[in-house]
């Protein structure tokens, strides 16, 4: 694709469905969106990602992830209206482009970068923040009592401060 299409398209593939979601319309959000899957699928097939490699991947990890940004605005803006639940659907159903695309960046890309290696960037850093996300994660999603929350988030804590002793480089 050439760059000079790259703005232009840019900016139509993120009006397209989020003008409809101001203004609360299912029907042109729809067609909105779909023109952008149809534009996304285009871009998708025509550079072959699958074939040419990261690079490509990459790039047309753009126009996918742009199609799915502009979507999920849309379906943010018709919060305020109603309930988002059938332009959500919608939303979920034409990001299939976006992530099979980010399944194939990724396949190319993560072996590459998860090695042992990684939990030493920062001098221990990495390990650290790693073990409080972990933490949060578990809290947020499993308990809601917030004296239960105490001792799980307080463990966490030592443990991060353990993994980054002894991630530390001497």
Known sequence: MKASYTLPLSILMIVLPIVPGLVDSFIAFLVGALIDFIIAVYV???EKPWINGIKTAISTLYFTALSTFADVAGVFFVMAYQDEYKFAI???????PFIYNL???LKSVLPNI???DI???GNGFFAFILVLIIGAIIGRAFITNFYALLPLYT???ILAIIALFYFRKK
């Open 90 to 96: 919608v939303t979920l159903t034409l990001s299939i």
């Open 114 to 116: 998860i090695k042992r």
């Open 103 to 105: 399944f194939l960046v």
């Open 119 to 121: 939990l030493y960037v």
């Open 155 to 157: 463990g966490f804590l």
């Open 44 to 46: 998708l097939i025509s």
